[in-house]
């Protein structure tokens, strides 16, 4: 067996931030500290952190009054802090800077009196979070068929923003759709979905062509790996997306497949060689990582913890 180990794979600037803020946010003020929403969407992350003492709530109104809470790198609606202000909670703001891009390019739009066009898939954090900066004046779409049956006026003032964990192909198309249908519609200055997303999706495109196999490492309920699962199976490879070794059937594989390894840009990359060092063992493997592009972006703690971490 031969493994082709992608590169760039894994966490992200946003993930990492992301994470590194509720280390610190332990560190300086200790448990129970609540996390509006999953912190990033990886179910070993997640479990690491409720061993700390970290609770996950989906209501704001779980969080006691004068309580500490993250906000995730989803982002919130501003909903969501009137509330926590109201309720004088301690809030940090773990949200990832490209989400709030697309939350201030949702705030410009609708005041400039655009009806807004957002690309992304109904019921994601993200997108819940987007929807509520400017809810009167946004529409969701999710894909090309649901923009045949918008019915908004032909020469409405419209704009599109997009999730930013989408498929780079599928945004295209439904944009492609949104421009067919409405010509006058404009978009962002630059692209909404997200550095990290393009680069894991360009590389299992440049390097899915190779191989018999696709392992992704990444939770089912995160959107850019199941992009990348998706993404390998439209070019006609089977994948298996995972969360860690637990989950990894030997008899997804034979002893003379290739195999693409790749994960998702919230899963840690302990798993990744974790699932290698099986294969390894089990079959024989021998690993070659391939450089697709080279990544270097990092973002700044959130402000509320700047000083804290001196």
């Known amino acids: 067996m ?13 993930v990492n931030m992301a994470i590194s803020a509720l280390e ?27 061993k700390l003492g970290v609770v996950f709530v989906n209501d704001i109104s779980e969080v006691p009054n004068g309580g500490t809470v993250l906000y995730s790198a ?31 390019e949702a705030i410009k739009f609708a005041k400039e009196g655009y009806t807004i066009i957002l690309v992304g ?11 509520g900066e400017a809810p009167a004046n946004m529409v969701l779409v999710e894909d090309a068929a649901g923009v045949e049956k918008l019915t908004l006026p032909a020469d409405a003032k419209l704009a599109f923003l997009t999730q930013t964990t989408l498929s780079v ?13 409405y010509p006058q519609i404009v978009g962002p200055n630059k692209d909404d979905i997200c550095y990290a997303t393009q680069n894991r999706q360009d590389a299992v495109k ?16 995160s959107s850019n790996s199941q992009r990348l699962a998706e993404l390998a199976r439209t070019n006609g490879r089977p994948a298996y997306l995972i969360d860690r070794v637990s989950e990894l059937k030997d008899e997804w ?48 703690l959130p402000r509320e913890l700047r000083v804290l971490a001196g």
């Open 2 to 14: 031969q493994i082709i180990l992608a590169n760039p794979r894994g966490f992200c600037a946003g």
């Open 24 to 50: 610190t946010a332990l560190t300086h003020y200790g448990s129970p500290l609540y996390v509006y929403h999953e912190i990033v969407h990886n179910r070993p992350i997640v479990e690491r952190f409720q």
């Open 74 to 104: 989803h982002g919130v609606s501003p909903v969501i802090r009137q509330h926590s202000q109201q309720r004088n909670l301690r809030a940090i703001d773990a949200t990832c800077p490209l989400v709030t891009k697309v939350h201030k």
């Open 121 to 131: 898939h109904e019921g994601h954090d993200e997108v819940i979070g987007t929807m």
């Open 169 to 181: 192909d599928e945004a295209k198309n439904v944009i492609d759709a949104l421009k067919r249908k």
């Open 206 to 221: 440049q390097l899915v062509g190779e191989v018999d196999k696709v392992l992704v490492l990444g939770s089912q309920n």
């Open 253 to 300: 594989f034979a002893p003379t497949d290739t195999v693409l390894v790749t994960a998702g840009a919230s899963a840690p990359e302990e798993h990744v060689q974790d699932c290698i060092e099986h294969l390894r063992t089990k079959f024989g493997a021998t690993v070659e990582t391939r450089v697709v592009r080279e990544e270097d972006v990092s973002f700044p």
